[in-house]
Nanobody, 123 residues
Framework: VQLQAFGGGLVQAGNSLRLSCAAS????????MGWFRQAPGKGRELVAA????????YYVDSVKGRFTISRDNVKNTVYLQMNSLKPEDTAVYYC?????????????????WGQGTQVTVSS
């Protein structure tokens, strides 16, 4: 599956952004989708993930209650709604996909990656 992410930008702390990731192909609903981020000088971490049906989700502790992942299997798109943004959310955000039924947090568990989209939160 090919992925294309967009929606990043520069926002002030406390504001919101929504990232989108469009996928090619006709089997989108069979993929677990994840949003990773990588801040300067840091490793890439899983921020949120959602199963193919949308029935299960995962969030890293630092974004719980602020970010929401969702998907539209008709539009082949996964979203990341980011509210109450903080300067520490500044990073390049990547969408990723993996076949299977379990959400994995390791980057090695994901087969396809989109290009990153920069999110910058100013204080």
């Amino acid at each position: 599956v090919q992925l294309q992410a967009f929606g990043g930008g520069l926002v002030q702390a406390g504001n919101s952004l929504r990232l989108s990731c469009a996928a090619s192909g006709r089997t989108f609903s069979t993929y677990i989708m994840g949003w990773f981020r990588q801040a300067p000088g840091k490793g890439r971490e899983l921020v949120a993930a959602i199963t193919g049906s949308g029935g299960s989700t995962y969030y890293v502790d630092s974004v719980k209650g602020r970010f929401t992942i969702s998907r539209d299997n008709v539009k082949n798109t996964v979203y990341l709604q980011m509210n109450s943004l903080k300067p520490e959310d500044t990073a390049v955000y990547y969408c990723a996909a993996r076949r299977g039924f379990r959400i994995l947090t390791d980057i090695g568990g994901y087969d396809s990656w989109g290009q990153g989209t920069q999110v910058t939160v100013s204080s």
